[in-house]
């Protein structure tokens, strides 16, 4: 079965700078997604950045970025310039093949991202 | 706006009380989603429904039943809810959009749910 790592339960960093969240994953799996989720205090899950496996660029949303090493089976995000508003509680999640051809998401136990000014 | 709509956002209930969480989506999605968030533990899979007129147990189904009403809606009853129960519920829809470049899950916002 698949599994998500997120070894970082609490994080900091100063507004402004950079942080760098860990995931690392288990799967046989060639062919996947990944997803960075953030939760804030109103408890809604946004998608930040989504990796498909066979794309070898690293996806980048705006002050957003992944540094997805596909051999590792690592995929940690990245935050620059980090604003007051990033903190949250973030998600590494892995979609994962059911019987039948459906799907579902697996979820690491998050990391708590505070920013302080 | 386009999304995930689930009821309550609140609720609390007696052990041994039943209730039903509703969700429906607008999306014209195949696949829905209900999860549990406790904390540390990141979130769970009860059910899901692959699409109408299926449903399927996840990780964690035991005190759980479920209902694809229709495309759109995708019920989750606790039959006989216990202290065990109380969590964050989230519903997810899942699909492709316009186009493979807009895969992916959307979430309700949650319901709270505390068992006393």
């Known amino acids: 079965a698949q599994t998500v790592t997120q070894s970082q339960p609490e994080m900091s960093v100063q507004e402004a700078e950079t942080v760098t969240l860990s995931c690392t994953y288990d799967?046989?799996?060639?062919?996947?997604?990944l997803f960075w989720y953030k939760q804030p205090p109103s408890r809604q899950m946004i998608l930040v950045i989504r990796?498909?496996?066979?794309?070898?660029q690293n996806a980048t949303e705006n002050r957003f970025s992944v540094n997805f090493q596909k051999a590792a089976k690592s995929f940690s995000l990245k935050i620059s310039d980090s604003q007051l508003g990033d903190a949250a509680m973030y998600f590494c999640?892995?979609?994962?093949?059911?019987?039948?051809?459906?799907?579902?998401?697996?979820f690491g136990k998050g990391t708590k991202l505070t920013v302080n000014p | 706006n386009a999304g995930v709509t689930q009821t309550p956002k609140f609720q609390v209930l007696k052990t041994g009380q039943s209730m039903t969480l509703q969700c429906a989506q607008d999306?014209?999605?195949?696949?829905m989603y209900w999860y549990r968030q406790d904390p540390g533990m990141g979130l769970r899979l009860i059910y899901y429904?692959?699409?109408?007129?299926?449903?399927d147990k996840g990780e964690v189904p035991n005190g759980y039943n479920v209902s694809r009403l229709n495309k759109r809606e995708f019920s989750l009853r606790l039959e006989s809810a216990a202290p065990s129960q109380t969590s964050v519920y989230f519903c997810?829809?899942?699909?492709f959009g316009r186009g493979p470049a807009n895969y992916g899950y959307t979430f309700g916002s949650g319901t709270r749910l505390t068992v006393v």
């Open positions: 999640a892995y979609r994962s093949w059911l019987q039948g051809g459906s799907e579902k998401l697996v």
């Open positions: 799967t046989s799996e060639s062919d996947y997604y």
């Open positions: 990796q498909e496996a066979y794309k070898q």
């Open positions: 999306m014209n999605h195949n696949s």
């Open positions: 429904s692959a699409s109408e007129g299926t449903t």
């Open positions: 997810a829809s899942n699909g």
